[in-house]
């Protein structure tokens, strides 16, 4: 979370979210997403709905895509459909 919040990498000079997840990268973004990334909203509440069986929370960790953002690795955009 705190990579995420602290800083002011992830915002514009008029405090609008930009395209990214730790600062601007707009190769995730979505075409609909003009005003900022909405990802930022939902990372830290939405893995809360997984029950408590679900592997992300037994599996062994893995790289998933903000951590390799912070890492200043290539990323690609995900896609769950």
């Given amino acids: 979370m ?4 602290d800083g002011n ?8 979210l930009v395209l990214g997840f730790n600062g ?7 075409t609909y997403t003009s005003t900022g990334s909405l990802y930022m909203a939902t990372l830290g ?3 809360l709905g997984l ?3 679900h ?3 037994n599996d062994e960790p893995a790289p ?5 953002s912070w890492k200043g ?9």
């Fill in 2 to 5: 705190h990579n995420l919040y």
């Fill in 9 to 16: 990498q992830n915002f514009d000079k008029q405090g609008w």
């Fill in 24 to 30: 601007h990268q707009p190769e995730v973004a979505d």
């Fill in 45 to 47: 509440f939405l893995t």
């Fill in 51 to 53: 029950p408590a069986n």
């Fill in 55 to 57: 592997g992300f929370w």
């Fill in 64 to 68: 998933w895509t903000s951590l390799k």
């Fill in 73 to 81: 690795e290539e990323i690609k955009k995900d896609y769950k459909v």
